[in-house]
């Protein structure tokens, strides 16, 4: 057992984050609200996607929620239930830019013009703020919180056939975060389904399969590593979800592993790429395999939160 420990130890020592455990007391959870209508601007989208509306009780998994650009709700998850509710904001204009923003809509469209997550409050590590994760963005006019000069130190833009991804080396500080944080992930999944930030949204008008340079798209299967003074985000197109090319269940393991780059500081590149293999696949004399190292590490990490 006391090698297990140490193992685990090893892989926390790479990430951080905290275990969440159920509530045994089932008195402790919130009542949700009552329904919230709907506006008459989002009756045809609720036509179209009956499923995928916020008009519920409860929230949904955050993947489920549909919108087009123009129609984004206030907020996507305004519900007091679980981790609930939203910290920020969805609808995201020239009224709520500026270093105090609570946006969380993300755009990534082009090397000069994208947003990772960061902290909303200054010196914030992910493992504490990662439900209330906000945007900042590389230039402003997306009603976010804009990276002031010099946060950006070196970036790769890469666009391949099923995904677009953006890497590279960063002061941290920029972006809210504490200068010794070694990080962790943001995805639309998290244990609950609700996401990472809860309710955040994410857009590109670069995605493979966009007609135009100018239409944001939303990106369902997305996710962003920042800490070390590292980061990395991958959108996948919409259209290709098999394989899943934004795979999110490595998030122990960083950057490097998860999506695999130049990561030269001091450079600014744009270029077109090859589709890299699945995270946690790698192909040998062309065959395929799953990494038994990521198996192992997390079958010991679940059995010491999961044991005595």
């Known amino acids: 057992m006391a090698g297990r420990f140490f193992f685990a130890a090893a892989l926390l020592a790479v990430h951080s984050f905290t275990p969440a455990f159920a509530a045994e007391d089932l008195s402790t959870i919130t009542t949700a609200p009552k329904a919230r209508r709907t506006p ?37 998850n305004p519900y007091p239930v679980g981790r609930g509710p939203q910290a920020g904001y969805n609808q995201c204009n020239s009224s709520t830019g500026g270093p105090t923003s609570e946006c969380q809509t993300l755009i990534v469209n082009s090397i000069d013009d994208f947003c990772i997550w960061g902290s909303p409050v200054t010196d914030g590590l992910i493992g504490n703020v990662e439900a209330a994760v906000v945007a900042y963005c590389s230039k402003s006019g997306h009603g976010t919180r804009v990276m002031p000069e010099g946060t950006l130190t070196g970036v790769q833009f890469m666009k391949t056939s099923a995904y677009i991804q953006i890497t590279g080396h960063l002061n941290q500080t920029g972006v809210g ?32 399969t966009a007609k135009d340079n100018t239409t944001e798209i939303q990106a369902i299967s997305w996710n962003n590593f920042v800490g070390s003074n590292i980061f990395c985000i991958k959108l996948c197109d919409n259209t290709i979800t098999t394989p899943n ?13 998860n999506m695999p780059a130049a990561y030269v500081d001091g450079e600014f590149t744009s270029c077109e790429g090859d589709l890299q293999d699945v995270v946690g696949t790698y192909t040998s004399n062309g065959q395929s395999e799953f990494s038994n190292f990521y198996v192992a590490s997390w079958l010991v990490v679940s059995s010491v939160f999961m044991y005595d």
């Not at 929230?59 to 650009?69: D, S, V």
């Not at 244990?191 to 493979?208: E, R, T």
């Open 40 to 76: 008459s601007s989002h009756h045809d989208l609720a036509k179209r996607q009956a499923a995928t509306t916020y008009e519920t009780t409860s929230p949904l998994p955050l993947t489920q929620y549909q919108y087009p650009y123009a129609s984004v709700p206030y907020q996507v």
């Open 177 to 208: 975060l504490a200068s010794n944080d070694t990080g962790g992930e943001l995805d639309p999944h998290g244990a609950d389904l609700a996401g990472n930030p809860l309710g955040g949204l994410v857009y590109s008008s670069g995605l493979p």
């Open 245 to 257: 090319y934004c795979e999110n269940r490595i998030d122990l393991l960083g950057c490097d592993y």
